[in-house]
C-alpha cells in the first residue's frame, strides 16, 4: 500500500460524538501533519506532530503518533456540521525531506 | 495571518494551450512548492523549489512542466502544452523551513 494510507475512507457520525480517523504509513519520517479539505476547497493545515513526540493537542483535535507502528490517529472531540470535510495525512519523510506525501483522505460527515 | 494566493482560482483551457498558474507565496517563506489534485484522488508533490532553483520534483513533473520566480514576490508553474489528464486542481504552498507548510486555496485547470 501507499505511504499516508488513512483509515475508514469515509465516515458518518451524529453531531457531538467524537470522530477517530487514522492513518499509516511505510518509511520514516521527519513529522506527520494532518489537513482538512471542504469540498473543492484548499487545504487547511490541522496540526503537526514531530516523530519524537507522541502526542499533541490544539482545541478539539487530538493527534497521536505511534513510530513503532507507523500510524497515527486524528480525534475529533464533540463534532460540529462544521467538521464535515476531507481529512488528510501527510508525511515528511526523512528521505526527501522537502515534499509531503498525502494519503487517500478520510471523508468525515456530521449529521445535525 | 499572511497567506498564500492564487490566480486565477479557475482556468479553462484548449488542449494544447501553454497555461501559467500564479502564486503568491507568503513573503518570508524560503520554500516553495507546487501540489495537484485529480478530482476525488490525494494530492501529489509536483515539485519544490529553494534558492532559485528545483530541489525536488517528481515523477509527474516532466518537460512539460516549468516554475519560475521572476520577481521576489510570485512563483509560476507552467504547463506547455496542456493534455487532458491536466485537469486539476493545482495548489501551490510555501514554508519558512521544510515543514509546516503553508497551501493556497488552489487553482481549478480545466483542459477541454
Known amino acids: 500500500s501507499q505511504q499516508g494510507e488513512e483509515d475508514p475512507q469515509a465516515l458518518s457520525i451524529q453531531e457531538g460524538e467524537n470522530a477517530t480517523m487514522n492513518c499509516s504509513y511505510k518509511?520514516?519520517?521527519?513529522?506527520l501533519q494532518w489537513y482538512r479539505q471542504n469540498s473543492g476547497r484548499g487545504l487547511v493545515h490541522l496540526i503537526l506532530?514531530?516523530?519524537?513526540?507522541r502526542e499533541k493537542h490544539s482545541g478539539r483535535l487530538r493527534v497521536t503518533l505511534d513510530t513503532s507502528k507507523k500510524s497515527s490517529s486524528l480525534l475529533i472531540t464533540a463534532s460540529r456540521a462544521a467538521d464535515t470535510a476531507s481529512y488528510f495525512c501527510a508525511t515528511e519523510q526523512i528521505q526527501g525531506a522537502q515534499k509531503l506525501v498525502f494519503g487517500q483522505g478520510t471523508r468525515l460527515t456530521i449529521n445535525p | 495571518e499572511p497567506e498564500v494566493t492564487q490566480t486565477p482560482s479557475h482556468q479553462v483551457t484548449q488542449m494544447g494551450q501553454e497555461v501559467i498558474l500564479r502564486c503568491v507565496p507568503i513573503?518570508?517563506?524560503?520554500?516553495f512548492y507546487w501540489y495537484r489534485q485529480i478530482l476525488g484522488q490525494k494530492v501529489e508533490f509536483l515539485v519544490s523549489?529553494?534558492?532559485?532553483?528545483?530541489?525536488?520534483k517528481s515523477e509527474i513533473f516532466d518537460d512539460q512542466f516549468s516554475v519560475e520566480r521572476p520577481d521576489g514576490s510570485n512563483f509560476t508553474l507552467k504547463i506547455r502544452s496542456t493534455k487532458l489528464e491536466d485537469s486539476a486542481m493545482y495548489f501551490c504552498?510555501?514554508?519558512?523551513?521544510?515543514?509546516?507548510?503553508?497551501f493556497g486555496p488552489g487553482t481549478r485547470l480545466t483542459v477541454l
Open positions: 523549489f529553494y534558492n532559485n532553483e528545483i530541489s525536488e
Open positions: 518509511t520514516s519520517i521527519n513529522n
Open positions: 506532530i514531530r516523530s519524537n513526540e
Open positions: 513573503s518570508n517563506h524560503l520554500y
Open positions: 504552498a510555501s514554508s519558512y523551513q521544510t515543514y509546516a507548510t503553508n
